[in-house]
C-alpha cells in the first residue's frame, strides 16, 4: 500500500488547494501589498531609498 503523500490524488488536491488560495488572496487586494513590500525589500537591499 503506497503511503498518502506518494499518491497521485494527493498531489492533486495539495495543487488545488494552494491555485484556490491564491485566488482568494488576489480577489482580497493581497497582491498589491505583497509586491509593494516585495519592491521595499529589494531596494533597501540595493541600497536605493
Known amino acids: ?16 488547494v494552494g491555485i484556490l488560495m491564491m485566488a482568494f488572496g488576489i480577489y482580497r487586494g493581497e497582491m498589491e501589498v505583497v509586491l509593494t513590500k516585495a519592491v521595499n525589500i529589494c531596494m533597501e537591499c540595493i541600497g536605493i531609498g
Open 1 to 16: 500500500m503506497k503511503k498518502l503523500t506518494q499518491t497521485r490524488w494527493t498531489g492533486i488536491a495539495l495543487v488545488a
